[in-house]
């Protein structure tokens, strides 16, 4: 859910909830330029299910934005979020 848009010094930055309807858990993450980077995607991960042998799929369940899971060799992974 965006609940928030700031600009600074030409760079959008907007709050993204992510959720996971398995153990029920949110995470907000700020995408810069509609991108979640590798750390912030991590760190939701984490936050979204901490359990190392779940196969909950972490980001899980009706989300407010459309988010593709990308990779890149040189960024890692790294989340694109685009409107619905």
């Not at 989300?63 to 990779?71: F, R, W």
């Amino acid at each position: 859910m965006e609940k928030q848009t700031t600009i600074c010094g030409g760079i959008m930055r907007k709050k993204v909830t992510l959720r996971n309807n398995f153990h029920n858990t949110t995470s907000t993450v700020f995408a810069v330029d509609n991108v979640i980077s590798s750390s912030s995607l991590k760190r939701a991960r984490k936050k979204l299910c901490g359990m190392g042998d779940c196969l909950c799929g972490d980001i899980r369940g009706p989300q407010d934005k459309i988010i593709d899971i990308c990779y890149s060799y040189s960024a890692g992974e790294f989340a694109q979020v685009s409107e619905k």
